[in-house]
C-alpha cells in the first residue's frame, strides 16, 4: 500500500517561509503526478501545485511567484518551498500521488500569524 508522509508545517509570521516535504513509500517515478493540496477550515480542499513525471508544473493563481514544487527522484520526496506566506495560506497541507488510484497523506499543518 502507498504510503505519504509529509512533514516540515509550523507556526510561521506573515513574510515568513516553509519548506514542507512528502516521502513517498514507492518510487515516486510510478506516479503520473504528484502535488500538495491545502483545506482551510471551512473550506473544500484545493490544488495548491502539481508536479508531473516529466517535470511539468502548475501553481494555483494564489501562490503564483511565492510557491515552488520540485521532486527528488532518488530520495522520493516532492517538496514544497513555500515564501513570502500569508495569513490566507493557513490549512492543513496534504500530498497526493495519481497513479490508478489517487493516494493521500495524513497532512501537515500550516499556521500564518498575522
Known amino acids: 500500500q502507498v504510503r505519504l508522509v509529509e512533514s516540515g508545517g509550523g507556526l510561521v509570521q506573515a513574510g515568513g517561509s516553509l519548506r514542507l516535504s512528502c516521502a513517498a513509500s514507492?518510487?515516486?517515478?510510478?506516479?503520473?503526478?504528484m502535488g500538495w493540496y491545502r483545506q482551510a477550515p471551512g473550506k473544500q480542499r484545493e490544488s495548491v501545485a502539481t508536479?508531473?513525471?516529466?517535470?511539468?508544473?502548475n501553481y494555483a493563481d494564489s501562490v503564483k511567484g511565492r510557491f515552488t514544487i520540485s521532486r527528488d527522484n532518488a530520495k522520493n520526496t516532492v517538496s514544497l518551498q513555500m515564501n513570502s506566506l500569508k495569513p490566507e495560506d493557513t490549512a492543513l497541507y496534504y500530498c497526493?500521488?495519481?497513479?490508478?488510484?489517487?493516494?493521500w497523506g495524513q497532512g501537515t499543518q500550516v499556521t500564518v500569524s498575522s
Open positions: 508536479i508531473t513525471t516529466g517535470g511539468t508544473t
Open positions: 514507492e518510487r515516486i517515478l510510478s506516479f503520473y503526478v
Open positions: 497526493k500521488a495519481t497513479r490508478w488510484n489517487d493516494y
